[in-house]
């Protein structure tokens, strides 16, 4: 059974930082492209930012220059770092996989920045 399991959110104040961690479990992660989405109230799921299998990286237009995604294959575990975190930041952050043709996503963690 597939699962992804995200942790590291929480509150934190405009101007801080944060790192949230997305676990997979059933998948082999080398072989898997991995991306954060959030999703505001009210608002649409975006892009925060991917990995490729082969490293490179592509961040979305709200967050570049504020936010780092890697992901360590030993671990299975996909990692992503904003900082700058405005109040506009505050959303569920999603962990999203493309492995085998399929695609697979976390439950959720919540990161509300304060002002």
């Known amino acids: 059974q597939v699962q992804l399991v995200e942790s590291g959110g929480g509150l934190v104040q405009a101007g801080g930082s944060l790192r949230l961690s997305c676990e997979a479990f059933?998948?082999?992660?080398?072989?898997?492209?991995s991306t954060w989405y959030r999703q505001a109230p009210g608002q649409q799921r975006e892009l925060v930012a991917m990995?490729?299998?082969?490293?490179?990286?592509h961040y979305g237009d709200s967050v570049k220059g504020r936010c780092t995604i890697s992901k360590d294959n030993a671990k299975s575990t996909a990692y992503l770092q904003p900082s700058s975190l405005k109040p506009e930041d505050t959303a569920v952050y999603y962990c999203?996989?493309?492995?085998?043709?399929?695609?697979?996503w976390g439950q959720g963690t919540q990161v509300t920045v304060s002002s």
């Open positions: 059933g998948i082999t992660f080398s072989l898997a492209a």
């Open positions: 990995v490729f299998t082969t490293g490179s990286t």
């Open positions: 999203h996989a493309t492995f085998a043709g399929n695609v697979y």
